[in-house]
């Protein structure tokens, strides 16, 4: 089965063909970074605008590099939520019109089950027989889920951001510091060299306590209060600051370490028959994040696997990938599907 996905929750502009779920025959990526560079973050309006004059070319470059005609596909997998409802809605009408000019199957996927399916997308992933169960942590500009995935596919979401997500955390961070968007990457860089414990920022929710929901609160993230803490040290630092790149580099570094060391210890926190520790999003680009966490894994003899870095940040083979093994929503008629927003990520399916 040969599926399109197209991808524009947020600001990237994506469509993909993947057959059966794993092989990806063509994955296009059109960032909208630059668009949004000047104002220091996604603007909706423009991200909306991008997705309608980008993604016609963007599918027909998939086609193209793909080298194979419509009549191949069997269907198409559009992200229908969580994301930005005017960049949902550009990704759904194309979409539709695609299925419905084709005469083929349309597939409502999930962005962040996609984020987590991404993780299978490397050829030389080991088989989510041998994953599974899981620790899975889905960390992206948008978004901080800690789970739990079964053996069949099913998963359970252990805990999640109240408030800001941990890539938006990079983000803010960087506007502070002055070093541009997105901040992940610039933080990271902006690190490279300094002392990650100059500066003891907190570690935001670290008490054990029992939610109304049932849930453990220590499975919970928040990055607010980091937020503030850097606002508080620059302001009260400003003259030194400024002075050295040296400063910056630890400020950076002590920023960076203390989001890494939040998501680490959360991720490993009542590990019992879990076999490995998946990461996706975004920010499981970060180099200092993944070798945290591998070895951590490897301390508690667990495998850690994060997608290759071209399916980590967001895409559509991961779209096309989680409907071709068949996940996500089958509907009979185009009206069906509508953009959720705010779709939740409570309990769920991956794949068939
Ligand atoms: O998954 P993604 O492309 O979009 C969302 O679904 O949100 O993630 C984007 C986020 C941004 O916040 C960006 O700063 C962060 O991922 N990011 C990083 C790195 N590269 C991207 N964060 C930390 N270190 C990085 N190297
Ligand atoms: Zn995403």
Redo the contacts with the bound molecule.
Sequence with gaps: MIVLGIET????TAGALVEDGRRVMASVVYSQVAAHRPHGGVVPEIASREHAARLPDVVAETLRQAAIPWSRIDAVAVTYGPGLASSLLVGLAGAKALALRCGIELIGVH?LEA?LISVFLDRRAPTAETLLPARALI?????TSLLRVERNGTYRCLGRTRDD????A??KG?VLLELGY????A??KAARGGNPRAVPFPRGLQRRRRMADGRDSRYDFSFSGLKTALLYYLRDQSQKVAATERQRADIAASYQEAIVDVLVSKTMTGLQDERAVLMA???A???R?REAMAGAAARQGVRCIAPPAVY???NAAMIAALAGRGGGRRVDAVGELDAQPSLIFERGRLWA
Excluded: T
């Design positions: 929750s947020c600001d990237e962005h984020h960390v992206s500009g948008g978004h997500a941990a890539g938006e990079f983000d960087a997105p901040g992940g990457p933080i990271e999003g975004g920010v680009l970060n180099g994040l980590c940040a967001d």
